[in-house]
């Protein structure tokens, strides 16, 4: 029997897939009808070690269809429940931190997050919409060994990244390690751990160190190639600016991963211009034959 699930809430970056307003090459196939796309919502898994108590890692503006796609978050008790007991965040990104407007309506569970993402939320009297008596803020430092929910614990790590893109003032520091933007690793006692990088600027030697020999690294798939946005004709913004790797080249994170040891890998939080989310397209097939699987909304993993 499996220790450790995994559902994938989300597979694609901010935005989603397709995006309100997007009409690029790889949106385009979408709203024409093309059976080779599925619409994706934006990023968030949700873990458990019983299946019946879960944990959300970020909480992005979909959640409230995610839930509906969801059996296992649905509530099961009158008059009110949640089977979400607390949720774990990665960064202060709308895509990350939108949903818990959301999640109002006082429910009790338990919000995590580093105090640097804290701030945000506490900054912004929006969020106060979440009673603090019933969703505490509960600040977790770098390091730190975190029960999440039942068997399943959390230690976050800083990855290089940058602030949250509403939050810039004039040029960010790009690939900075801080609490600003983390990683985490899941795990339960003696059983298998997985690492949940849905952001990263690119990858030291020190990360691919930390993760070596998981069982599932599910990581930052916002595009396959850093001018994509730029050739789709939907921005100027270069993925490097936007503090993520890309996927392709020699200097990507397929060629970053290539020799470490990962029983499975698979991206997570793809941009709507990244050619992956095209079945049968080249791209695809280059990840793919790499060892790469492509996280699709709904996606179970049982480790
Ligand atoms: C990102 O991952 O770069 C951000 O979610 C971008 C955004 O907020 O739109
Ligand atoms: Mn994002």
Known sequence: ???????????????????????????ALFWD????????????????????NWALLNCSPDIRQQIISTPALQPKQPPRHTPLASILLTNGDIDHVAGLLTLRERQAFRLLATPGILEVLNDNRIFDALDRDLVPRQPVALGETIPLVGEVVAEIFPVPGKVPLYMEKGEPEIGAESETTVGVKI????????????????????????IAGADLLLFD????????????????KTGHRMGHISMSGSDGSIAAFRDVDL??????????????????SPERREAEAAGWDITYDGMEIAL
């Open 263 to 280: 029983k499975r890998r698979a991206f997570i939080h793809i941009n709507n211009t990244n050619p992956v989310l095209v079945r049968d």
């Open 33 to 52: 009808g093309d059976t080779r796309v599925e619409e994706r919502s934006q990023s968030s898994i949700a873990v458990s070690s019983d299946g019946e």
């Open 221 to 236: 798939g916002t595009l396959w190639q850093d001018d994509e946005m730029r050739r789709a004709g939907v921005g100027q």
């Open 187 to 210: 795990s339960v006692p003696d059983g298998p751990k997985l690492f949940y990088i849905p952001g990263c600027a690119h990858v030291p030697a020190p990360l691919k160190a930390r």
């Open 1 to 27: 029997m499996s220790r450790l699930r995994v559902i994938v809430l989300g597979s694609a970056a901010g935005g989603g897939y397709p995006q309100w307003n997007c009409r690029g090459a790889v949106s």
